[in-house]
């Protein structure tokens, strides 16, 4: 949409940026700029992608949970984040992208998800360390795009924090679980909690000065805070509840600054953020190869539903 029949788009302009500037939400039948629309279904594209990607780590270990109940959490916690793929996907589509083009361009490597779950799940710890980590820091993330300016787009994302937080919950419950169990559980939380930390923090993007669409999307209020802030409050969060677990977090200069009333933290490896979103993490190859046979083996669920549609439409019609 480029603007009104007669091309002035200034009045709509104008509405939008008081829409925006009055922290008010805009809404899918609002005229909103072309930069803004492509955006918001990037961003909701690449978190609906993650969200769906991200079943995979944790899913190999469904039929190896170490007992009946952690095989039923695990079972709950994969089919919550499917769930969160599709409010995501369905809020991409108010804006007029086709949920089967957006998966098309994931298969084809035109759009990204996030880096993070290109790692490998090598232990039954790094079930909890995923939840506390990993769905601790997509929270820190995602707690602000509550009130993102994209009105479906942040009533999507209230549910999924609240299932975010019951996730994180499980797997702090469940590392708490192994570090009073034997030598050897303690051993396999702290060697996950040494595999994930630094990948944990590459989550929330570049670095702000080298963070292309942050400033866009902040003065848009698509993002409440850049990937920065977002990031030293998520070590300022976890470094007490590692206190708690009595794990070591894998940094040797990270300690407390009374000066700035923040932890500070040591260097993080940029470098191999770029390597893992080229495509060039430990488990990309692997990742995408999983996603592509299961969207060719459900070629046939998405044919029947078609032709149900059309029946009922027919049938509807002919009434
Ligand atoms: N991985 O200019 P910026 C979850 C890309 S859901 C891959 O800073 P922006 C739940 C970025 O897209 C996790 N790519 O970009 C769960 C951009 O590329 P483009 C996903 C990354 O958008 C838990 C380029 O680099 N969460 O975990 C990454 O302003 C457990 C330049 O970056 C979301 O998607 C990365 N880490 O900020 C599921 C949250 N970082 O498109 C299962 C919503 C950056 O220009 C188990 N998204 N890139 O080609 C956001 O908040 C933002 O999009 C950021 C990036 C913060 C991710």
Same mark, same amino acid.
Request: proline share 7%; hydrophobic share 50%; charged share 0%.
């Given at each position: 949409m480029t603007g009104t029949p007669q091309g002035d788009t200034l009045p709509l302009e104008r509405d939008f940026e008081a829409t925006i500037g009055h922290d008010q939400r805009i809404e899918p039948r609002d005229w909103m700029p072309d930069g803004y629309r492509r955006t918001m279904v990037r961003q909701i594209a690449q978190h609906a992608h993650s969200e769906i990607i991200g079943m995979q780590p944790e899913g190999e270990w469904i039929t190896r949970a170490p007992s009946l109940r952690r095989k039923a959490i695990l079972l709950a916690k994969v089919q919550d984040e499917a769930g969160h793929g599709l409010y995501l996907y369905s809020a991409a589509e108010t $804006?007029?992208?086709d949920r089967g083009e957006l998966t098309e361009m994931l298969i084809e490597g035109r759009q990204k998800y996030s880096?993070?779950?290109?790692?490998?799940? $090598?232990?039954?710890?790094d079930v909890g360390v995923i939840g506390w980590l990993v769905d601790g820091a997509a929270i820190c993330n995602q707690v602000p795009l509550c009130r993102s300016s994209y009105g479906p787009y942040a009533r999507a994302m209230i549910r999924i924090c609240k299932e975010e937080s019951f996730h994180q919950r499980q797997g702090f419950e469940l590392l708490l679980t192994m570090m009073r169990g034997t030598p050897a559980q303690r051993e396999m939380v702290q060697d996950a909690v040494n595999r994930w930390w630094w990948p944990s923090l590459m989550m929330f993007g570049p670095p702000d000065d080298a963070s292309p669409n942050t400033e866009r999307s902040m003065a848009w209020k698509i993002k409440r805070h850049t990937n920065d802030e977002l990031r030293q409050r998520f070590v300022d969060i976890t470094v007490p509840q590692a206190e708690v677990l009595g794990v070591t977090l894998p940094d040797p200069d990270l300690r407390w600054n009374a000066e700035r009333g923040h932890h500070d933290f040591g260097p993080i490896d940029w470098s191999e953020l770029k390597r893992v979103i080229s495509g060039d993490g430990p488990c990309n190859a692997a990742r995408m190869a999983r996603r592509r046979s299961a969207h060719e083996d459900g070629a046939w669920v998405r044919e029947a539903a078609a032709a149900h549609a059309a029946r009922k439409t027919g049938r509807e019609v002919a009434a």
């Open positions: $804006l007029g992208a880096s993070i779950f290109n790692y490998p799940t $090598l232990s039954f710890a």
